[in-house]
Structures are given as C-alpha cells and as structure tokens.
C-alpha cells in the first residue's frame, strides 16, 4: 500500500472458519469480519489502548507457561513487548505519532501494575503443560476448541478443573462492563458474553459435556461469571456455521464483486465509527450519503481546493464535495502525506468538529487519503 494513497478495495477471499472472539463482529458487519479474518490490513489508526492490550496479551501468555520470574522477568517482558509494538508503529505512517505509549494510551501506568498483579493470580492456578482437552487436569491454558468439522473454532484462554466440573476462563484487558446496568450479568459486554457462550457450545461438541461455569478475568483480577443456557449455546454454534457457509458461497459464487461488498456489509453510524477499513467501504459511504444524521463518525471527501499553510506551521485545508464545503485546520504536514501527492481527490478521516458548523481541527486518529475508488461508486 502505498502511503498516503488510498488502495483498491481488498480483495475478499473464502474464510476457512470463524473464531468465537470474531462472531460478535459478524454478526454487527460480515463485511468488515471478513477483512479481518482475512488479516487486510487496516487503513486507519489502531488506537493505543488496543496496542496495550496486545502487550498485556503477551505478558499473560508468557506467564501462563511459566517463562516469567520475579518482578525483574516481568519489567524485562514488559519493556520488551512495548518496544516491538512501537517498532511497528514507527514503521506506519499513520501510527507513528501515536508513540510513545506511555502517552498515548489511557491508564498506562494503572495497566501495568494490574497486569503484574494478574501475573500473580496465574501463578496462584497450578498449572500444566498444554494438554489436550479430554485430558485437563488443573488448568490447561491457550486450549483450542472446534466443531468437528473445524467451521468454528479458536483458543480459549484458560480450562480449570474445579471439583464440581471444569470451568471456561477467558482474560480481557479491556472494559469489560456496559455503562448504565446494575446487575453483575447484566454488566458484561455483550459482545463478551457471546464470545464466552460460544467456547461453551464448542467444548459441548468436543466432550460431549458442558463446563460448569464459563467466567471472565479482567486485569482488576475479578473473576465474572456469564449465565449460560445450553439451547442458546447451541443456537450460537448453529449461527456461527450457517453465517461462514452464507459467506462463502456469497465470494465463490459471486460475478459482481460491487453486488457482494454490499450483501455483506452493514453500514451504521455506531458500527462503523469504530471500523478500520472504512476508507474504501463503498456501502459505508453510500449509506451516510443517503442517511443524513449527525452521528455518523466525522470523515468527508472530495475535492481539496486549498491547502494554506499558516504561521504556526500547521496546515489548512479546503474541501468541496457534493453537499457541503469543510475547513480542517491544525493539520500537521509530517503526518498527511496525501496533501503532497498533487491529486485534488481526497478523504479526511476522524477529524475533530469546531464550534462553526463545517469547519473541523485534526485529532490524534485523523488520516488522510489522496484519490478516489470510482469504479465503486456507481456500480
């Protein structure tokens, strides 16, 4: 991909299955699922709490076999991993501003010391190396489930055999609880909660047996129980099956590519506000073309018809499209490499909106792409 440009359309190509941490995806946007299935890569920035978390991911699998020893091991591992993650975004010209993350990432500090603190917990579970999952004894980590035709499948963090059964224990470094409810089951995400009731179904499929308790783990190192019921376990499974095969019929039988990008996609101010791969989503740009409220996350594109450099250094720019003329202003030049490329189509992506109606200031996420995927956009 060439920086700054924005890139055909990614191809889409047959999934071999879905995992259960990707089904709650599905079922928001097939569209946006298979691209990430697929490992596309994305087009806008990666925020950095996400980059935390995969630090923290890595943390907890190497203490989950047994490779961290002391605080020493654990500070060593830690600035180890938050090397390689900035290293990859020093490496991407829409992510490198976003180093170090030790500032960019909220609760930085608080994190850290969290995760040393559910490092701790881990080692409280005696553990054992990897082993199959008819044969768990004390806790068996990073164990994969499937069906027994492998449509669905994917590794569940942990298994931990308690007297009464064995229990499903999913980590999570980010928020776990939803805004506004009361009830401990009622406050898990319910994305989370889909996630974990599907481990539950596929554990069904290979033991012929239910656990006794699937929970989740936070770095807060509470563990949270999910009421699970078994029909509903398995009426996700089912789901799950008949979506990848829905899929993949759609791209093999597919003559207009135009015809399934569209079947696929769910374009939605809520759902698409937090997509990656938006820029050269065709059905998201037709949607908030025709759907005209206010919440839909603030991109524009068009023709750029100034570019004005002010005395601070910082850039100002002009944007015509077909409803509406927009300003963006405080755009650092080092980060927008589409405004050197003297093409005059260009898309702005998560900007910040001013008090003034149409006019708008970069933010920390704000991207922007030079030329125009037409082959899309009246087919």
Known sequence: MTPGILPPVPPLKPLKRISPSLFPVFRQCKLRATWSSSHVQTLLPLVPDARLGFVIHKILEKAKKGELYGEDGFFSAWTNYINQEENKMRCSWIEKHLVPLEKTAHNY???KQQCVLMVQNLASIPSHSRAAAKSIQGAAHEVWLQTSDGKVGGYVDAIVQEDEGDVILEYKTGIIKESGHGSLHSEVRYDYQVQTKLYAALYNAMLGKWPISVELMGLD??????????????????????????????ISNAERITAVLRRLASPSPDICRFCLYR???????????????????????????????????????????????????????????????NQDEVSVFSMIPDKVAGSYREGHFTTIYAGDNNEFNSA
Not at 224 to 250: G, M, T, W
Not at 304 to 329: A, C, F, H, Y
Request: with cysteine; hydrophobic share 30%; net charge positive.
């Open 279 to 341: 820029p050269c989503c065709p059905s998201y740009w037709e949607k908030r073309g025709s759907d005209q409220r206010e919440d839909w996350p603030h991109d524009a594109r068009g023709k750029l018809k100034e570019i004005k450099t002010l005395k601070n250094g910082l850039i100002l720019i002009k944007v015509i499209s077909d409803t509406e003329t927009i300003r963006v202003r405080g755009l650092h030049p080092d980060r927008h490499i589409a405004l050197k490329t």
């Open 109 to 111: 500090e608080l994190k």
């Open 221 to 250: 190192g509470v563990r949270r129980p999910i009421q699970f019921h078994y029909e509903e376990c398995i009426r996700l499974l089912k789901e799950a099956v008949k979506l990848l095969d829905e899929i993949n019929s759609l």
